[in-house]
């Protein structure tokens, strides 16, 4: 039979009737109730999230993962060019450092690794090579700072800045071509030091607070009278300013006498600005959490720049904030998160190294499950984020810029590592404690607050940022109607929210029979792609996906523009979409590593250790919503039995302990590619003492049945060999160099002990009665 025409005809009417009277006579009340409680929005808030774009977190946000997405992403991989610098001169720059007198006796890098790290391009390795730079990828870029930072963390931030966000990275996305060709040469040689100047006093997170200017006006530059902009500012904890010769710097454009538009405030822009321009004070340097990296404040006194200094030219005016979010989208989600990842994999190699050659009670400390605790809670950290910076860097691999994730990487990774240094100071004990150079991580436990701090503190991260950012890029459907609910025509935007709103409306209902169902049957018939052991991981993170979907979307429908106020309760959701994030690399790197057996223990404490963080915040969230009775009916779908998940158990922290108190090649798996720099010191000392030891276990062995101590004696009564018995003594040797501490005269540490002092005199002569005495 063929339809009729007419009829097809009419049942389009009918159709098109149906959607005029539910846009009419339900969605219109709906969308005049929404655009008067919709909260303003700053334009600051705007750029910011609009910056960058959304990726895995769109799909985790759906709630319902494609794995096969996340599974065939390619994985992030070096070119040769990329392998032979980090074989050539990124090892090369190790064995040129020395932490400890760059820290306390030169108080900066010495000018010899000035010269190398400026020869060899480490300023240039993001700028194309057809300006001169190394043209690296992300990857290797982060590489390159991974291994730097196991070795010396003032050569990693100095090398890690010029190529995170700074004047390489924005003209590279918006400078002009003459710009382009002009600067980046400069940078990519090193004949230009680059910093950028964005905190001020009064402006730190706050970016729309600051009070920094340019008045647009007509001035002299270079002998000629131009259209340029008036400075004023006081920058301050800029990296690298210092030295600086170039600046990018932020500031808010003004045009009173409206020589360029209509408007007097024109927003937030950003210029470069030469060093030795007239006006332009460096200051003197801060001393960050006694760190020594070049970092100081400097100041601008009707500083006049022509308009083509403004990165993209005039056309780029007030849009400083957004290109800065544009560029931090990427640049945040590679420096610090790679400095952290090499700060848990440094922390489980050096602790599960000590733990095992240091004894009490006459046995390993590594043998106690008070040790082993903190080691797995540091193995396993150091697995994690090295799996969450591989996938990142995967994606901005190929020209991803995902904000969200970007914010996730840097809140997570220097908040872990904190935890992670804490427990291998725990574990040190008095060795971590006494400064000198054969400590090898009290620099990096002063350090920590720093990477919390910087690139947006991690307080407002995790608050504001990673579920407020997200909720609205990553959720399917938000961000369509409140771009609907702004429209400024008002039918127009009806018929957009039209549209978006009853898609939600759709998406939510699917996603609640979702997250009941995989809540109520412990995730036992969700989604997973075959993986063998890490089955079950895959269908929890598809049940948890989708209760936090649910949870996101009744949270944003009962609190509506509050919910940004409501900062413990965003942050935890936030919380939840890390976690989401983190186990999915995780999974991510077990697949691509071959499921390795060994690995697994450190695969299943991620997974224990998240899940319960999962849970906890749920019930958190649940017990705090302010509308009860949708907190209850959510309880009772995707949480009916409480948070029962209790972390990983004394197996599991057992066996991802003995990842790094074995020689293995699961333990250099999982602390791959740091620096080994054979010097006779701190860190090179323990990895000769920890393979001796390990060597010679079998003989220790032996004595111990014997009940002999003595070695020699041991080789008289016939228990071991002459040679085992020098193997041992070695051993013991060694171990001997690195339970060593650091003393130092009293006139190393302080001038006032110098001879000729008053302070020398009094202790000399004290020293003379105590003789007499």
Not at 271 to 300: K, S
Not at 496 to 503: P, Q, R
């Amino acid at each position: 039979m063929c339809s009729s025409p007419n009829g097809a005809a009419s049942a389009d009417l009918e159709d098109i009737a149906m959607s005029s009277f539910r846009r009419d006579y339900i969605t219109k009340p709906i969308f005049s109730w929404a655009r008067g409680v919709l909260p303003s929005m700053s334009d600051t808030e705007r750029e910011a999230l609009e910056a960058g774009d959304v990726w895995w977190d769109a799909d985790l946000f759906i709630g319902n993962p494609d794995w096969s997405k996340l599974l065939s992403q390619k994985p992030a991989t070096l070119t040769e060019e990329e392998a032979a610098f980090l074989k050539g001169p990124v090892d090369e720059l190790c064995e040129m450092l020395d932490e400890w007198k760059i820290n306390w006796e030169w108080r900066d890098l010495p000018p010899e690794v000035w010269d190398f790290i400026k020869r060899k391009k480490f300023f240039g390795m993001i700028i194309p090579k057809e300006f001169g730079g190394l043209g690296f990828s992300p990857y290797a870029h982060s590489e390159v700072v991974r291994k730097l930072s196991s070795r010396s963390l003032t050569a990693a931030v100095t090398v890690m800045v010029p190529n995170s966000l700074g004047p390489g990275e924005l003209l590279m996305r918006f400078g002009t071509k003459e710009q382009q060709q002009r600067w980046l040469p400069r940078l990519a040689d090193g004949r230009d030091i680059p910093c950028f100047g964005l905190t001020s006093p009064e402006a730190g997170s706050d970016a729309a607070s600051m009070i920094d200017s340019g008045i647009i006006c007509k001035g002299n530059f270079e002998g000629r009278e131009v259209l340029g902009l008036r400075l004023n500012w006081h920058k301050r904890y800029i990296t690298l300013g210092p030295v600086a010769t170039l600046l990018g710097l932020a500031f808010k454009a003004y045009d009173p006498d409206h020589l360029v538009g209509a408007s007097d405030e024109l927003g937030i822009t950003v210029a470069l600005i030469p060093t030795d321009l007239p006006g332009v004070e460096i200051g003197h340097r801060h001393l960050p959490a006694m760190q020594v990296f070049q970092n100081g404040p400097n100041w601008g006194r009707d500083v006049f720049i022509p308009m083509d200094y403004i990165i993209g030219g005039e056309a780029r005016l007030g849009q400083g904030w957004k290109m800065l979010m544009t560029a931090l989208a990427a640049g945040r989600g590679i420096s610090l998160p790679s400095l952290s990842a090499a700060g848990a994999a440094y922390a489980a190699r050096t602790s599960g190294a000590y733990a095992r050659i240091r004894e009490q009670f006459g046995i390993s400390i590594g043998k106690f499950e008070g040790i082993e605790e903190p080691l797995a809670r540091i193995a396993g950290t150091a697995y994690l984020l090295d799996a969450a910076r591989r996938l990142t860097c995967a994606a901005l691999n190929e020209g991803r810029h995902p904000a969200v994730i970007s914010g996730i990487m840097k809140l997570q990774a220097t908040e872990r590592m904190r935890i992670a240094i804490d427990d291998a100071m725990d574990i040190h004990g008095g060795k971590a404690v006494i400064d000198g150079p054969q400590n090898y991580l009290g620099g990096l436990y002063r350090s920590v607050p720093v990477g919390i701090t910087v690139e947006g503190a991690n307080i407002l991260t995790r608050n504001l940022i990673v579920f407020g950012q997200g909720a609205i890029r990553a959720h399917p459907y938000l961000l369509q109607e409140m771009n609907a609910l702004g429209e400024e025509d008002r039918a127009k935007g009806l018929e957009a929210f039209d549209k978006a709103f009853w898609m939600h409306v759709g998406h939510s209902v699917t996603t609640l029979f979702r997250a009941w169902a995989r809540s109520w049957t412990g995730g036992m018939f969700a989604p997973a792609p075959e993986a063998g052991q890490a089955n079950s991981f895959y269908r929890q993170l598809s049940r948890y996906s989708a209760a936090f979907a649910l949870c996101a979307d009744m949270a944003l429908l009962t609190l509506g523009g509050a919910l940004k106020r409501k900062e413990m309760i965003s942050a935890r959701f936030g919380d939840i979409l890390s976690e989401l994030y983190l186990l999915s690399a995780a999974l991510k790197r077990w697949e691509e590593e071959g499921r390795q057996a060994e690995d697994f223990a450190a695969l299943e404490w991620c997974m224990a250790t998240g899940l319960r963080t999962i849970e906890n915040r749920f019930a958190e969230i649940l017990a705090n919503l302010p509308n009860r009775f949708v907190a209850v009916v959510l309880k009772f779908i995707v949480q009916p039995f409480g948070a029962r998940v209790l972390g990983p158990s004394d197996r599991v922290v057992l066996e991802c302990a003995q990842l790094v108190l074995t020689p293995s090649a699961a333990r250099d798996r999982l602390t791959a590619d740091l620096s080994h720099v054979d010097d006779d010191r701190g860190v090179a000392r323990l990895e000769k003492a920890f393979l001796l030891v390990t060597a010679a276990e079998e003989i220790a062995r032996r004595m111990h049945s014997a009940r002999i101590h003595d070695w020699q004696e041991a080789v008289k009564r016939g228990v071991i060999t002459q040679a085992e018995g020098q193997q041992l003594a070695a051993a013991h040797e060694a171990v001997a160099k690195v339970i060593e501490v650091d003393d130092f005269a009293p006139e190393a540490l302080s001038p006032i002990y110098k001879k000729g002092t008053d302070v020398h005199r009094f202790f000399q002569e004290l020293g003379e009665q105590r003789a007499a005495s």
